[in-house]
Every structure is written in structure tokens, then in C-alpha cells.
């Protein structure tokens, strides 16, 4: 098979084929060169949008938003209920779960949320005026940053260790036709040792996440006060993928990663690298919690499923969990209701059921429950470690689930 066009690293030739020439998806916090403007070419410019191509847990069920919408108010609780609080939506494709979560807001949270979308697609016709289409997020951020699978679509070098044990970068055309090229230097290999050192055995990959670690930590430079939270495929230290995850998706099915715009490339994130690059970054800028006007509430426990990152230069605080840990923290358990209830209200128990089985899918093992939480505090206690009472999305007031895994 003969290759077209000239040999790239696949960090430059994903950047191309997702975002075109000169963008970035969320591109002032990507980490990496080009960011703002561009083309308009790019898999992520596409009037179908990511949406046509691969099905997240936004579009598998209404019930993801209405936890999201659930987590922005425990933040707002615990910010003291500001006068302004932010929702930030990171990479909002086609803003699906920044209105789904307004529309699930009490109305005492949503009448002082001020609802931002970044994305570096056009603003899709009929998205609510009062949700600002950004290419950036807001600099200031008080509440809550969600970035519902985009650190996967950062691109990120490959590197492949040779005959000679010698960990290369691997360089491709568009057509996908690959080639070794020099060995991996500088930050991209002090990255690689710190955090998915090869073992010298040939054909062994890995995928170099240090421009990912560059995004979270801006991204959490971000918010003043609050919550970030990234959720993406995940792996961490003690199991690297041995032959790494770069793979591609197109029309809803998985693909090679051909980086000639016609397919997503998309590969896991070292959530853990992530977590100690924004746990630096929160500590540099954020005395530790809680704050004046915010609950006292001591981070006293964790949930099954969670693990708290600590590392060099860090404070306690940031978490990784899986989505099924988090979403049952939120109260979203998929237990079955009671069969009692099939013969007292038969259409409520059906309702009931169907609830059930899409919070079962969000939350199944070996499928989107899998999905990596980073969760990172900045000046408030962890919102998923204690629940206040002030944690319903439609109640305010409503007691606390109980908490389940």
C-alpha cells in the first residue's frame, strides 16, 4: 500500500484531520499550537457533529444531564449560592448537555446560572439565546467546568519502541500508512518515564499524554472557585494498555484512525497524569478548603470506585472515580422499583422500569459505567464525597439519596 501526502507526527496530522489547518477543539485550553480560528475543515466542523459518528452517555439518556444538573447544585450549595454561578460545558458538540442540564436546574439555581457551550463549531441554530457559544472558556470561573469526553480528542504524539528497545515517535501519512521516525526527547520522554515507561519490548506503544496534561491544568486555571471535572476513557499506571487505544469512529461504528477528516481519532487518557497537573495547578492558586461562606463539611469518606491522586507538589483533592461510582453518588443507582408497584400504578412502574434500565446502561460495567471521573475541587470541598442536603436537581430541598455501587 503506498502512502499520500507528507509524514507527520500523529499529534500534527490528528490536529489537522479534527480541527482542520488552525483550530483546536476548546482550543484556548488544548494545550497545544494553533489554537483559536482555522479552517473551516476538520471532523469536528461537520454539520452532523460528533453525534452522527459515536453515541456518549449524553445521548444515551436524559438521566447523565439531570446528575450533571444534580453535581452543579451540590457546587452551588457549596459555593454558598452565589449571586452568579457558571455551568461550563467543554467541547459541547452540538450543546446537547448544556440545555439538557438547564432544563433540569430547580428554578432558584437556574435563575442565577450563567450556561457557557465551548466549542469551535459554528453555534447551531435553535440552542436557547441565553447560552453563550464560546471558543474559549470564561477565565473566571465560579461553578462548575464538565468536560464530558474531550481530553480523548487532544491530539497527542504516538511513540513504538524498535528492534533496539528505543521508544520511537510513530509518523503517518493521511491515508494511515505508518512509519517510525526519531526516537521520542525532551518533555514528550521525560513524560514517557514518568508515566508509561515502555519496558523495551518491541512493537509496545504508548500514546503521550503530556499535551492533555497541559489542557486539564489550564483548564482548571479556570475556575476561581468550584469544581472541575473531566469524563473520558481511562486508564491509569498500574495498567496501561500495552499496544495503546488510538482508534477511529465513523458512522457510529469503530474504524482504523485514518487522519484524512472523514472519522473521529480518539484514544484513552492517562486520567491519573491529568490529576496531578491540575492538582498543581489548584494548589498554587487555592488555599485549601473549606472557605469562608461555604459549608464546613470535612471530606470524610470516599465511594467505592474513587481513588484519591497525590503526587509531588500536590494537595489531597483530586479524584478519579468511575462512572458508576460517581453516578451513583448523584443518586443515579438503576435499581429496579418495587413490583409492589406494578399492580398499585402499572404506568408508573413501567416509567419506573425504563428509568432504571438507561440508568443501568450509564452505570453497566464493561460498557459506560468503565468511564473515567477526574474530579478536582478548587476552594470548595469535594461536592462527591459528602452530600448536602441541597442536592436534587428538581428539589433543592429533597433529602439525599442513599449512597450506592
Do not use: K
Not at 148 to 158: A, I, R, Y
Not at 190 to 211: C, F, K, M, T, V
Amino acid at each position: 500500500m503506498t502512502g499520500s501526502g507528507e509524514w507527520r507526527g500523529w499529534r500534527a496530522a490528528t490536529q489537522a484531520a479534527l480541527y482542520g489547518a488552525g483550530g483546536e477543539r476548546a482550543s484556548a485550553t488544548a494545550g497545544a499550537p494553533g489554537s483559536g480560528g482555522g479552517s473551516t475543515e476538520g471532523f469536528y466542523r461537520r454539520p452532523e457533529g460528533p453525534a452522527g459518528h459515536f453515541r456518549t452517555s449524553v445521548h444515551a439518556s436524559p438521566l447523565f444531564a439531570e446528575a450533571v444538573a444534580r453535581l452543579l447544585c451540590r457546587v452551588d450549595e457549596a459555593l454558598g449560592r452565589p449571586e452568579s454561578l457558571d455551568f461550563v460545558d467543554m467541547a459541547a458538540g452540538r450543546g446537547e448537555l448544556v440545555a439538557a442540564v438547564l432544563a433540569a436546574l430547580p428554578a432558584g439555581v437556574l435563575s442565577r446560572t450563567r450556561a457557557c457551550a465551548v466549542e469551535i463549531a459554528d453555534r447551531p441554530e435553535g440552542l436557547a439565546r441565553r447560552i453563550e457559544w464560546l471558543r474559549e472558556p470564561p477565565s473566571a470561573v465560579t461553578g462548575l467546568l464538565f468536560a464530558n469526553e474531550w481530553l480523548d480528542n487532544v491530539p497527542v504524539e504516538v511513540a513504538e519502541v524498535d528492534a533496539a528497545g528505543v521508544a520511537r515517535l510513530v509518523l503517518v501519512r493521511q491515508d494511515g500508512t505508518e512509519r517510525l521516525g526519531e526516537p521520542v526527547s525532551g518533555a514528550d520522554a521525560d513524560w514517557l518515564a514518568r508515566w508509561w515507561p515502555s519496558g523495551g519490548e518491541e512493537g509496545l506503544r504508548a500514546e503521550i499524554g503530556l499535551p492533555r496534561d497541559l489542557a486539564w491544568a489550564s483548564a482548571v486555571a479556570c475556575v476561581g472557585r468550584g469544581l472541575a471535572v473531566a469524563v473520558d476513557y481511562a486508564h491509569t499506571a498500574d495498567a496501561r494498555p500495552p499496544y495503546g487505544t488510538l482508534t477511529g469512529f465513523r458512522d457510529g461504528r469503530e474504524t482504523a484512525p485514518v487522519p484524512d477528516g472523514s472519522c473521529d481519532i480518539t484514544a484513552h487518557v492517562a486520567l491519573d497524569a491529568c490529576a496531578e497537573a491540575g492538582a498543581r495547578t489548584a494548589t498554587r492558586t487555592h488555599a485549601r478548603h473549606p472557605l469562608p461562606g461555604s459549608p464546613a463539611r470535612p471530606a470524610t469518606g470516599t465511594h467505592p470506585g474513587s481513588r484519591t491522586i497525590t503526587g509531588p507538589d500536590t494537595r489531597p483533592g483530586a479524584r478519579l472515580l468511575t462512572q458508576r461510582a460517581a453516578l451513583h453518588a448523584l443518586g443515579l443507582t438503576g435499581a429496579r422499583p418495587p413490583l409492589a408497584l406494578a399492580s398499585t400504578d402499572p404506568a408508573a412502574y413501567v416509567r419506573a422500569l425504563v428509568s432504571a434500565g438507561a440508568a443501568g446502561e450509564l452505570t453497566a460495567p464493561g460498557g459506560l459505567g468503565d468511564f473515567g471521573w477526574l474530579v478536582q475541587p478548587v476552594g470548595i470541598p469535594d461536592p462527591l464525597v459528602e452530600q448536602p442536603v441541597a442536592d436534587a436537581a428538581r428539589d433543592p430541598q429533597a433529602a439525599p439519596a442513599p449512597e450506592a455501587d
